[in-house]
């Protein structure tokens, strides 16, 4: 049953990844270069270039965003704890690698609810949110990356080695 969740999770992942791409594609700058702002100048010169069709566009894309977040969170820890690949981990790391997923899915979720906030009205905000928002981007796409690299060593592993059962 749980190598069934991994792949519909995977397959779920990929599949609305695709759907957001898609649906975020109009966005130029794309939505990582939001993300990445750590004051409200350069957060309000992206919204700027999007204009209210681009800011309702972003708006739209997190009824597809926070799915992503939650099927690659799920992903993330079932392919650790069922997969065979993590294996050959000792089970400390196992363990704190089957949380990397689900925890950038965490700050993604946060990252989101900070950014709806941030474009839900035109007041200001204090400049601490707009730092705290891009911090948590950033460790969750820093989050990612560690997992994706090490998957990525893994396999190439797994590939010399094979995966013993």
């Known amino acids: ?34 993300q990445f702002t750590f004051d409200e100048a350069a957060f309000k010169a992206i919204l700027a270039q999007w ?31 069922y997969g065979c690949l993590f294996r050959q981990l000792d089970q400390t790391t196992r363990r704190l690698s089957s949380w990397t997923m689900p925890g950038a899915a ?7 609810l900070l950014h709806l906030q941030l474009i839900s009205d035109t007041t200001s905000h204090a400049p601490a949110v707009y730092l705290i928002a891009g911090l948590v981007a950033t460790g969750k796409w820093l989050l990612i990356a560690n997992f994706m690299t090490g998957a990525l ?13």
Request: proline share 6%; with cysteine.
């Open 1 to 34: 049953m749980a190598s069934i969740l991994l792949w519909l999770s995977g397959a779920l992942t990929i599949g609305l990844f695709i759907a957001m791409a898609v649906h975020s594609a109009p966005l130029s700058p794309g939505i990582p270069a939001l």
């Open 51 to 81: 204009g209210p069709d681009g800011i309702e566009l972003f708006r739209g894309h997190f009824r597809i965003d926070f799915p992503v977040l939650a099927s690659y969170g799920l992903f993330g820890y079932l392919l650790v704890r």
């Open 106 to 112: 965490v700050l993604d979720a946060i990252e989101n």
């Open 153 to 165: 060593y893994l396999l190439a592993t797994k590939w010399r080695k094979g995966c013993e059962k």
